[in-house]
C-alpha cells in the first residue's frame, strides 16, 4: 500500500507576543522609532522548508534615517541554541527615511536539532544614523487550539393540540453540520521584492 500525503505550504507554530510592540527612545527620553517585531513561525514548503521567520517592522519618528541591517539580526531557541546567519527573505534592510516605515523579514535555521522552541529570543540592532540601539524581544510557543469535532447534530421540535375530533401537530428538525478544522496559522510567504 502506497500512501500519500501533501503538505500545505506555509508558517507553523505560534509564538507570543504577535506581535511585540516596543518603544525605542533617546537619552532624553525623546521617541525615535516604533517598532514592532513578530515572530512568523517555522516555514513549511519550498524554499525555505525548516527556517523560522521573524518579521521587524520599523516606523521612523525621528528627523534621521534609520536602517536595521540583517547581519546584526540574530535568533536563539529557548535552551540558548543560535540558529545560525540571518538572511533577508522579504522587504528592505534600506535606510527608513524620517516619517517613514520599514519592513523587513529575516530567515533562521533550519531549527537546531532538538533544541528548545518553546522560547524563542530574537535579537538586532537598529542603527540611528551612525549610532547603535540594540535591542532583544523573547517569545513564548502558544499550543493550538483546535475546534472539537463531534459530527453533525440535528435538532428537532414537535408541537401539538389535542381536540376531540383529531389532533393538529406539527414539527421539523434543522441539521446543523459539523464545524471545520483548520490547521494552525498558516498563512503565505510574503512575495519576495
Given at each position: 500500500?502506497?500512501?500519500?500525503a501533501c503538505s ?6 505560534l ?6 510592540e ?5 537619552a ?41 541591517p ?12 543560535s540558529f ?6 522579504g522587504?528592505?534592510e534600506e535606510d ?45 510557543y ?25 389532533t ?10 459539523s464545524?471545520k ?9 510574503p512575495?519576495k521584492?
Amino acid at each position: 500500500m502506497l500512501l500519500v500525503a501533501c503538505s500545505t505550504p506555509g508558517y507553523r507554530g505560534l509564538w507570543q507576543p504577535k506581535p511585540a510592540e516596543l518603544l525605542v527612545t533617546d537619552a532624553n527620553g525623546a521617541p525615535i522609532a516604533r517598532l514592532a517585531v513578530a515572530v512568523l513561525g517555522k516555514w513549511r514548503g519550498e524554499p525555505y522548508d525548516g527556517e523560522v521567520h521573524v518579521r521587524l517592522r520599523v516606523e521612523n519618528t525621528s528627523t534621521v534615517p534609520l536602517r536595521l541591517p540583517v547581519a546584526r539580526c540574530e535568533l536563539f531557541s529557548g535552551d540558548l541554541v543560535s540558529f545560525g546567519e540571518p538572511r533577508l527573505v522579504g522587504g528592505s534592510e534600506e535606510d527608513v527615511p524620517p516619517a517613514g516605515t520599514g519592513l523587513l523579514d529575516v530567515g533562521f535555521g533550519p531549527a537546531p536539532e532538538g533544541c528548545d522552541l518553546r522560547g524563542l529570543q530574537a535579537r538586532w540592532v537598529l542603527m540611528i544614523a551612525d549610532r547603535e540601539s540594540p535591542g532583544a524581544q523573547t517569545f513564548a510557543y502558544a499550543s493550538p487550539e483546535y475546534v472539537p469535532y463531534y459530527g453533525s447534530l440535528e435538532l428537532g421540535w414537535y408541537w401539538g393540540w389535542p381536540s376531540h375530533s383529531s389532533t393538529w401537530s406539527g414539527g421539523g428538525s434543522v441539521k446543523v453540520p459539523s464545524p471545520k478544522v483548520l490547521p494552525p496559522h498558516v498563512t503565505s510567504l510574503p512575495p519576495k521584492k
